[in-house]
């Protein structure tokens, strides 16, 4: 159905927006939002210290629903996290203590900030429900309403089962636990919406229907496709690591060129995912041919970057780019390490301290290929150590390949 079919802003924004893969409702969420504030959910497992670019699809919903004059609810997973979502996967996630669960929560939430306006969101943790059910209580009230048909029939289960891999009980009762969330934000906040990514579909399914059977309540769900690029590749992974979104993590220039190096066939429909470029601009700049489409890979770049880093950074960033890539400089930008060139450095340790490299194998490979250089002349000593002598206006500049730069500072 067309966007302009809708009543909603919601619905209209995230349909035309490209964010709709599956509802159970589209036409009901539709009304519901056009004659009420809705409350709508997403919730976050913790079990890393930053959030990835592959999660920001998921954030950008909660920002829409903001947008549109409704109210987000970030769910923290305290309790999740301990038995751990098996979707997608062949093999259990390793157990976190509540210490390390706890630091990953205040990483997460930085982001937020950013992308929501938080005095009007709910930030809240299923912690504070979950673990204060007995078993059998627990049990009684909501195992009757699940059937192992049912709950064998959901694909992260039928793809531990397929592949002959080990699924624990724990991992089994994953699905319970998030149904009950959805129950538990539908009594304590109206929540009447729970979005998340395609493979969290059958999960959410199971919190709908809960809510259904237990309060006769009627909520809705909504999952976005799994974002990958033209070329195959998973939103947020790339051949350097994960794309976080913390800066302390990634840098803001790193995650400036993330975006700059989008594929061509791709820049359309990440402005209208991952920025707030009006759509008849983002017409305008998916419609360049040949070197202009670097314009509208700028664009998203910047747009993305200044959304969740500021506009100071996606600006010193732009300008970092322009000064490595254009003129053969190094800009202010670029990730950086200190180091005491009086004694020198070894070449291998620079590049693996300033993350252009994972390992002193990986290091050596690259030299040998040719693709490291130093203050832009090639590399060709695996031996070499960087000292004062290679200071360049006050730093050294290191790069692999066309695209990965970092820079050494004495210290």
Same mark, same amino acid.
């Given at each position: 159905?067309?966007?302009?079919?809708?009543?909603?802003?919601?619905?209209?924004?995230?349909?035309?927006?490209?964010?709709?893969?599956?509802?159970?409702?589209?036409?009901?969420?539709?009304?519901?939002?056009?004659?009420?504030?809705?409350?709508?959910?997403?919730?976050?497992?913790?079990?890393?210290?930053?959030?990835?670019?592959?999660?920001?699809?998921?954030?950008?919903?909660?920002?829409?629903?903001?947008?549109?004059?409704?109210?987000?609810?970030?769910?923290?997973?305290?309790?999740?996290?301990?038995?751990?979502?098996?979707?997608?996967?062949?093999?259990?996630?390793?157990?976190?203590?509540?210490?390390?669960?706890?630091?990953?929560?205040?990483?997460?939430?930085?982001?937020?900030?950013?992308?929501?306006?938080?005095?009007?969101?709910?930030?809240?943790?299923?912690?504070?429900?979950?673990?204060?059910?007995?078993?059998?209580?627990?049990?009684?009230?909501?195992?009757?309403?699940?059937?192992?048909?049912?709950?064998?029939?959901?694909?992260?289960?039928?793809?531990?089962?397929?592949?002959?891999?080990?699924?624990?009980?724990?991992?089994?009762?994953?699905?319970?636990?998030?149904?009950?969330?959805?129950?538990?934000?539908?009594?304590?906040? =109206?929540? !009447? #919406?729970?979005?998340?990514? /395609? $493979?969290?579909?059958?999960? +959410?399914?199971?919190?709908?229907? *809960?809510?259904?059977?237990?309060?006769?309540?009627?909520?809705?769900?909504?999952?976005?496709?799994?974002?990958?690029?033209?070329?195959?590749?998973?939103?947020?992974?790339?051949?350097?690591?994960?794309?976080?979104?913390?800066?302390?993590?990634?840098?803001?220039?790193?995650?400036?060129?993330?975006?700059?190096?989008?594929?061509?066939?791709?820049?359309?429909?990440?402005?209208?995912?991952?920025?707030?470029?009006?759509?008849?601009?983002?017409?305008?700049?998916?419609?360049?041919?040949?070197?202009?489409?670097?314009?509208?890979?700028?664009?998203?770049?910047?747009?993305?970057?200044?959304?969740?880093?500021?506009?100071?950074?996606?600006?010193?960033?732009?300008?970092?780019?322009?000064?490595?890539?254009?003129?053969?400089?190094? =800009?202010? !930008? #670029?990730?950086?390490?200190? /180091? $005491?060139?009086?004694?020198? +450095?070894?070449?291998?340790?620079? *590049?693996?301290?300033?993350?252009?490299?994972?390992?002193?194998?990986?290091?050596?490979?690259?030299?040998?290929?040719?693709?490291?250089?130093?203050?832009?002349?090639?590399?060709?000593?695996?031996?070499?150590?960087?000292?004062?002598?290679?200071?360049?206006?006050?730093?050294?500049?290191?790069?692999?390949?066309?695209?990965?730069?970092?820079?050494?500072?004495?210290?």
């Amino acid at each position: 159905m067309a966007a302009s079919t809708y009543a909603s802003e919601l619905v209209k924004t995230l349909v035309e927006r490209g964010y709709l893969y599956q509802a159970t409702d589209i036409d009901g969420l539709d009304k519901r939002a056009a004659r009420e504030t809705l409350s709508g959910y997403i919730g976050f497992d913790l079990t890393a210290r930053s959030l990835h670019v592959g999660s920001l699809v998921q954030i950008m919903l909660l920002r829409r629903l903001q947008q549109a004059g409704h109210k987000p609810v970030v769910l923290m997973g305290g309790a999740t996290t301990k038995v751990g979502d098996p979707t997608g996967r062949d093999t259990s996630r390793p157990m976190l203590t509540p210490d390390v669960i706890e630091e990953n929560k205040e990483g997460i939430l930085k982001p937020f900030g950013a992308l929501l306006d938080m005095k009007e969101a709910i930030v809240v943790n299923n912690d504070e429900w979950l673990a204060e059910y007995g078993y059998l209580d627990f049990l009684r009230d909501y195992g009757t309403h699940f059937t192992i048909n049912r709950m064998l029939s959901f694909d992260s289960v039928k793809l531990r089962l397929d592949r002959e891999q080990p699924m624990t009980f724990l991992e089994f009762n994953y699905m319970l636990l998030q149904a009950v969330d959805f129950l538990e934000l539908h009594r304590r906040f =109206g929540t !009447a #919406l729970q979005m998340g990514g /395609a $493979d969290q579909w059958g999960n +959410i399914i199971n919190g709908v229907e *809960l809510c259904r059977r237990v309060d006769s309540a009627e909520v809705f769900g909504f999952t976005t496709p799994l974002i990958t690029s033209a070329s195959g590749a998973k939103m947020g992974k790339t051949a350097d690591g994960a794309v976080w979104l913390n800066a302390d993590m990634k840098s803001a220039y790193e995650y400036w060129q993330f975006w700059r190096n989008t594929e061509d066939a791709d820049v359309g429909r990440f402005l209208k995912l991952f920025t707030d470029i009006p759509l008849d601009e983002i017409a305008r700049l998916e419609a360049l041919q040949g070197a202009e489409i670097n314009d509208a890979k700028i664009a998203l770049a910047n747009a993305a970057t200044e959304m969740l880093h500021g506009k100071v950074a996606a600006e010193k960033a732009e300008a970092t780019a322009k000064a490595t890539f254009a003129g053969g400089g190094a =800009g202010d !930008a #670029l990730p950086a390490i200190t /180091a $005491d060139l009086n004694a020198g +450095i070894a070449l291998l340790d620079a *590049l693996v301290d300033a993350g252009l490299c994972a390992s002193k194998g990986e290091a050596k490979r690259k030299i040998g290929e040719g693709a490291v250089k130093v203050n832009d002349a090639a590399a060709g000593d695996m031996a070499f150590s960087l000292s004062i002598a290679e200071l360049k206006d006050g730093v050294i500049k290191l790069s692999v390949g066309k695209k990965r730069h970092a820079l050494v500072r004495p210290g």
